[in-house]
């Protein structure tokens, strides 16, 4: 009996322009070496306070380095990219909405995650209100008003806080952050070094 | 008559370990794209005061990955790195006996410069004093008693200053950072996107 490799821990936070990038690549990435991928959202705040570090987007030049970049770099990827009204935002609703789908149907949760970054940084839409997550999960078939109902759940609310601590206790500190076979990568701008990494003989 | 290529400006620190990185490489993939190289060492601190950061070493989480990552990065581009006694330190004798040395002799600086980094971060020495930088420029032909002179020379430690100043001018706000044509990417990261964009048609 063989067992299949351990998936990728892939994590992000919906608030996050490069996690955006990563994630419309990292379901493939992985194919492409027989591996899949765990997409675990997480509280960025809640990392940012250990750091001591702020949004990107508050802080002088990096704002403007990432205004730039992040347009730039979707360009050279491919992929669809349009600022949302505000950013970063709040992005509870999403998260825990993601973790309330992942259990019975994690296949559904990781095509809700894409959805989601799809609206929010394909498309330019504000994502924080339950509803508007709620509007985001509605073509996939996920029922509104459950989901609206979960997100105020607070097992579920716990659940997103318990994954955010044991992020944190692995190390995680930013967006986007791969963890594979336990070998940390931080950056959308680090996926070709995932990609030789799985490859192996580095 | 023709017109030579701007050469692409590099901004680094001697004390950061990405920027070792960059510099061992940046040479060869600019003239791959029959472009030079223009090597400005900057003092980082100043940037960090603007952005509101501080040495990633003093920072948790981080410090861990820095001390992984760069060492894991090192291995890949096939380049010897050993750890400093100490890191960060203070860089200013050799940023600024690089100016000293580069409105003369610039093809002398960029050699200095690269010495300074080789025996930093390739081989773990200190070089925070001034007797240390001049030691490392010793084999290069550079004479030791007037490099410690100049690096107390005012006129020398202004044109780091106003070196620093003007880069923070143009956005730097990390390193290592390089502007191809106005055209900024920040980070050891980078350097495939810097080619890319050399390349053109992205």
């Known amino acids: 009996m063989t067992t299949d490799p351990a998936p990728l821990d892939f994590y ?42 702020r949004p990107l987007m508050q802080i002088p030049l990096r704002s403007d380095y990432l205004r730039h970049d992040v347009v730039r770099f979707a360009r050279r990827l491919g992929i669809p990219f349009a600022f949302p009204p505000e950013m970063p935002i709040p992005t509870l609703a999403a998260a825990r909405a993601f973790y309330w789908l992942q259990d019975d149907e994690p296949d559904l949760a990781r095509r809700f995650a894409r959805a989601v970054f799809e609206a929010h940084f394909g498309r330019g839409e504000d994502i924080r209100e339950p509803s508007q997550v709620a509007a985001i999960a509605a073509p996939l078939g996920v029922d509104g008003a459950a989901l609206v109902a979960a997100v105020a759940d607070p097992v579920v609310k716990d659940r997103l806080r318990a994954e955010t601590d044991a992020a944190i206790a692995r190390g995680v500190f930013g967006a986007p952050f791969i963890l594979v076979d336990g070998e940390p990568f931080w950056g959308a701008d680090r996926l070709d070094q995932v990609d030789a990494w799985l490859r192996g003989g580095w």
Chains 1, 2 share one sequence.
Request: hydrophobic letters at 50%.
């Open 12 to 53: 992000f936070d919906f608030a996050s322009p490069y996690a955006y990038l990563a994630a419309m690549r990292i379901d493939d990435l992985a194919a492409g070496h027989g591996r899949s991928v765990r997409w675990r959202p997480i509280m960025l705040g809640a990392a940012m306070k250990v750091t001591g570090s």
